[in-house]
Every structure is written in structure tokens, then in C-alpha cells.
Nanobody, 123 residues
Framework: QGKLVESGGGSVQAGGSLRLSCTAS??????MGWFRRAPDNRLEGVAS???????AYADSVKGRFSVSRDNTKTTLYLQMNNLKPEDTASYIC???????????????????WGKGTQVTVSS
């Protein structure tokens, strides 16, 4: 497999939007997920998408965030709208070779991780 490299983070005001990207060469048939590590170091599953395009979201982001992959499945995206200060975190891309567990967003099931991109939302 290749590497997972995130980009697109930044600082925005509450209510704003950001689009994160994760280059994921070599992971086209993998379950892909976005996790975030908050300032208190807590890791939370945010969204996932399996190789067939089935999406799953944490309750905290439903209706505001959208996960997608490009047609070649080499890039993963996370569109984040109506951002809130509590969304402040390092957003990390992850991948693993399974489908049934993809929607569970359990960090212990993922074996491939990026280094993260920082998102800061001010009130």
C-alpha cells in the first residue's frame, strides 16, 4: 500500500466551511475513514466510506459533514460545513481492508493512518 497524506486544514470562524483531502494511492478497495483528535487527546471517528460507496457518520457531524472519494478512489474528501468550535481537532485519514466493520468507525480496527491536518474553529 501507499501512504495516506491529509491536506486542507486551516482556521475558520464558526459557521464556515472547509474541505479536507487525503491522497490514498493503493487503497482503492479499502474502507476509508476520517478520525479526529481533539485538544484533550480524545480520538473520535467522524465519517467512513467503503469500497462500494456506503457512508457512515458520527452523530456529532451528521447533516454537516460529507465524505466522498474521487472516481479513481485515490483521493478521499471530507466536506465540513457549519463548523463549530467543538470541531477543532487534528483530522486524520485512515484505511483498512474490510467492509462489514467500515461503518463502525472503531479506531482499533484501522491499521493504516495518516499524520493529520489541523482544523481550528473560532467562535
Amino acid at each position: 500500500q501507499g501512504k495516506l497524506v491529509e491536506s486542507g486544514g486551516g482556521s475558520v470562524q464558526a459557521g464556515g466551511s472547509l474541505r479536507l483531502s487525503c491522497t490514498a494511492s493503493g487503497f482503492s478497495e479499502y474502507c476509508m475513514g476520517w478520525f479526529r483528535r481533539a485538544p484533550d487527546n480524545r480520538l473520535e471517528g467522524v465519517a467512513s466510506i467503503d469500497s462500494k460507496g456506503k457512508e457512515a457518520y458520527a452523530d456529532s457531524v451528521k447533516g454537516r459533514f460529507s465524505v466522498s472519494r474521487d472516481n479513481t478512489k485515490t483521493t478521499l474528501y471530507l466536506q465540513m460545513n457549519n463548523l463549530k468550535p467543538e470541531d477543532t481537532a487534528s483530522y486524520i485519514c485512515a484505511a483498512e481492508w474490510f467492509e462489514s466493520k467500515c461503518s463502525l468507525l472503531n479506531e482499533h480496527d484501522f491499521g493504516h493512518w495518516g499524520k493529520g491536518t489541523q482544523v481550528t474553529v473560532s467562535s
